[in-house]
């Protein structure tokens, strides 16, 4: 498997997940404190900290710590890596179907 397809596993498996995609969307308005991210959930913190973890892991979001705050932010570059392959896969389908 390749580097590249790695990711895009990481990728897809993050975005599996209906809270990970609330927070992605939340983000996609701006830089947010964990906080302010966990406040629509009902779970303990620590969890919540875990789904950051595997959006921070697979690259969809970083973080910055200043002070006692970890901020969270949107990172579109894995996104649009899967936006791509996801493009590729329906060219691919739409020109097995024109030729039907």
Known sequence: MSNQSAH???VFQALADPTRRAVLQ????GAAPV????K????ALPSFLQHLNVLE???LV?????????????????LKAAEGWMAEQ???WERRLDQL
């Open 8 to 10: 895009l596993n990481r």
């Open 26 to 29: 939340r983000l996609s308005g």
């Open 35 to 38: 906080s302010e991210l966990a």
């Open 40 to 43: 629509p959930f009902d779970m």
């Open 57 to 59: 892991d697979c690259g």
């Open 62 to 78: 970083h973080s910055r710590k200043s002070g006692r705050v970890r901020t969270y932010k949107l990172s579109p570059q894995r």
């Open 90 to 92: 329906r060219a691919r």
